[in-house]
């Protein structure tokens, strides 16, 4: 008798042969996921604020991982302090438009997670300076503000509230899509993403993924008020591009991370110009 042929795994097989194909095709194939993902969502999920509030829950998740790195391995190495500023400040905003416009259960979820935020920055500011790799995390602040000020004062909602709450809501929208880029730089230097913070960082881009899905959704459903509390215009238009902006911006990313769990690596290694 002959030896046994060992019996090859289906989804290892599949994994080998993404890896095989090229950019443009790995890039065609993330958004034929993408849409086939989308329009499970759209079955299974009945009521599509549930996405939002699914969203929140990954990512207050991803705060709570990154509670237990700070609190227990005492460092903050490979965190970028730009990043959980930028979204302190887009939560921040975003609380007010959200108490000043239309109170509901996104103002409790943002408070909770503005205040684990704010934690997490003071102590990595404080607490944990010393091992800040400020030297890392080198994209100046003002490279994402000033681009999101500027275009929330050109495209804004067109509703019935005060301008200066239109303009606000406008800016943490566009904030929220590109406020991981400092964490993606501090990624970039490095190359190798320590466990606890490829955990937060996956959580985050799962998050946004969940939110992209509920404003997709909601405005795919005709029966939603969304469109017409968004009011008319080009602004309806760049929330949903500003949703898929902020996804894809971590989706490379995401995909390292599932490979290198499936490969059963703790450290998740990028090559060079991935993020």
Known sequence: MGPVRKQKNPLQGVVHWVKRQPPKIKVGLGIAAGILSLLFLR???QDHDNLFVAAESVHAIGIMVLI???????TCAGLSLKSQELTAIFLAVRLYCSVVMEYD?????DTMTLITTLWVIYTIRF?????HLAEMDNLPIYYVLIPCTVLAL?????????IVNRIFWAF?????AVSVLPQLRVMQNTKVVEPFTAHYVFALGVARFLSCAHWVLQMLDSRSFLLSALGYGVWPSMVLLSEIVQT???ADFCYYYVKSVYEGQLMVRLPSGVV
């Open 127 to 131: 607490k944990l300076k010393s091992s």
């Open 105 to 109: 259960i996104h103002t409790i979820l």
């Open 43 to 45: 079955l299974v999920v």
């Open 68 to 74: 237990y790195k700070l609190t227990k391995e005492k």
């Open 154 to 162: 050109l495209v804004h909602p067109k509703t019935s509230h005060h």
């Open 172 to 176: 943490c929208v566009y904030l929220e």
């Open 248 to 250: 894809f911006i971590l």
